[in-house]
């Protein structure tokens, strides 16, 4: 705890003398000599590796307590065992069954039987609930978008969502006067389920040693690769296998700022940008970037002097951009003539769909002639924008 406050406490006298070079070399016109400005962006890019280095240390450290946290009271006797009362894939006999089965050891009878409860459509088994649940906390580290957007579980089938299309509206009448009719017009969205999925090699060794951790491996694994997939979508997805992204032209947010320049931002448009989000949505706002997004408006000022981006500097707390929590994503588009470099609006708008049932296919022969073992791990999602207004974007000026 007390290396992460040094971190932050150093990142930000980083940033403090940043800002004074800053100020202190800058020309009547806001620009930098060459030497000035490789000077600069070596203090900036500090800032950035520090950040890095915390958020590193800030997962590391939850994920110490989580190992460190006891995982039941202490007895004062020893009572009898309870005997296991949850059914289905809860049920320690199915997670026995399941792990048993992904290392191989044994095909009995009992094995089967318990594993007939997960049988997959496709010839896998659908992993433990428990264990769903590690490959989902996994998925959220790997991908930021699941801690800022809504999340929703669908058992099959499509998902119809009903939308406010427009509303009604109040009259002013007579006394005694007819009341105009106004009704909301309804209409509704579908979210499915597109299947992502990633194929993971195991050595036969590794797989036979009982210290070896093949859950957290396949975990960890899966986590890395489907969760940068899954951001890639939710932001830029095309609806073609995939979900619609937010970014997307019709499917997802509007412009609310159209940039002057085609390769700059001004700190005029990021106001702009903010007021044109309607107020209820800027209670739950989140500016989200990509890092070159990030370096290209950390030299803007306000008209008192003072600078846009300010470092957060206690633990958990955010970046900041006028005064909204800051995310950045490597999938947000750069600023290039007619990109969409930032979003603003309450994340929440955006609902991601999990399809409940993630499964597990042991493949024993397609690479056994490397002495491994390979697993398939397939998992079904959707994301949509659900409510248009709750998000805006600023796009760049086109060429």
Known sequence: MNKILAMREKRGEVWDKAKAFLNEHQDENGM??????????????????????IER????????????????????SRPEARPDSRTGRG????????????????????????LQIGTDSEGGYLVPDEYEHTL????????????????IRTSSGDRKIPLVASHGTASWVEEEGTIPESDDAFGQITIGAHKIASMIKVSDELLQDSVFDI??????????????????????????GKPYGMLHSTNGAAAGVTAASATAITADELLDLIYSLKAPYRKRAVFLMHDSTIKAIRKLKDGNGQFLWQAGLKEGEPDMLLGYRLATSTHMPVIAAAAKPIVF??????????????????????????GQVGFRVTQRVDGRLVQTEGIKCLAMKSA
């Open 91 to 114: 049920s320690n006999e199915y997670k026995a069954a399941f792990w048993t089965a992904m290392r191989n050891r044994g095909g009995h009878l009992s094995v089967q039987n318990a």
């Open 32 to 53: 930098l000599s060459p030497e000035d400005a490789a000077q600069y962006e070596r203090m900036e890019q500090e800032v950035v590796d520090l950040g890095h280095a």
């Open 136 to 151: 989902v906390d996994a998925l959220r580290e790997e991908n930021r978008l699941r801690g800022l957007c809504k999340i």
């Open 57 to 76: 240390e800030e997962r590391a450290a939850q994920m110490e307590r989580e190992l460190n946290a006891p995982t039941m009271a202490p007895l004062a």
């Open 345 to 370: 609006g309450d994340l929440t708008s955006y609902w991601i769909a999990d399809r409940e049932g993630r499964s597990m296919q042991r493949l024993n022969e397609l690479y056994a002639a490397t």
């Open 215 to 240: 859950e957290n491996y396949i975990a960890t694994e899966f986590a890395r690769r489907v969760g940068d997939a899954e951001e890639a979508a939710f932001i830029s997805g095309d609806g073609s």
